[in-house]
């Protein structure tokens, strides 16, 4: 909670704290990532309950509906912990590309850390008809949130090299949570419509 806080209240001194100590990244993904990450399918699943989503029309609750979206949402969350480390590695080998020296340690703390909107965003799916545009809003601060983790940590790159650098790292994110968002939704409506007809 105090990182989460930190990098939503104070962004450039978190990030400069976060430099300096000796977290490994791989701790921090599993004390934070592996958490964090939960909360989109868990809110939407919960939320889905809440609101009736898993009954038919006309004859009462689906344990079908309920399991698949389960499956679902178990689907969702392991997929953006692979599309974290994915991304780890697709902005430490752009550094070579821009000159910029990024170790894979560096570059998952990078990846983690600016999901966080994205990932806290989940707790909007609880709010009817617009939670999932509430959530999208609150995960674009993470761009702002990588952009200053990009000028802490690189900060000795040219303000040219830094911001191309920047925008391809950021447009290969966005890339991978839009393939989680669409394919997996198309692949369990198609899954649907199979098991209906």
Known sequence: MRRVIGLLS????????????SLPASR??????????SIPPVFRFLAGLVYGHYKRPYTGWSWTIAGREL???????ILSLMIVYLWAWIISIFGTVFSTRC???????LAVLSMSPYWLGGVFYFIPEVGWALKIL???YGFYLLYLGFAVYFFETSRGKLLGYFVVSSL??????AYVEVFLRLLFAFWGVLKIG
Do not use: M, N
């Open 138 to 140: 609150a995960g674009s």
């Open 28 to 37: 921090l993904f599993f004390s934070y990532a592996l958490a964090l990450a």
């Open 10 to 21: 104070k962004p450039r001194q978190e990030w400069t704290r976060i430099k300096e100590e």
């Open 103 to 109: 170790l894979r340690s560096d570059s998952l703390k």
């Open 71 to 77: 499956l679902f949402s178990a689907a969702v969350y």
């Open 172 to 177: 290969f994110g966005l890339i991978l949570v």
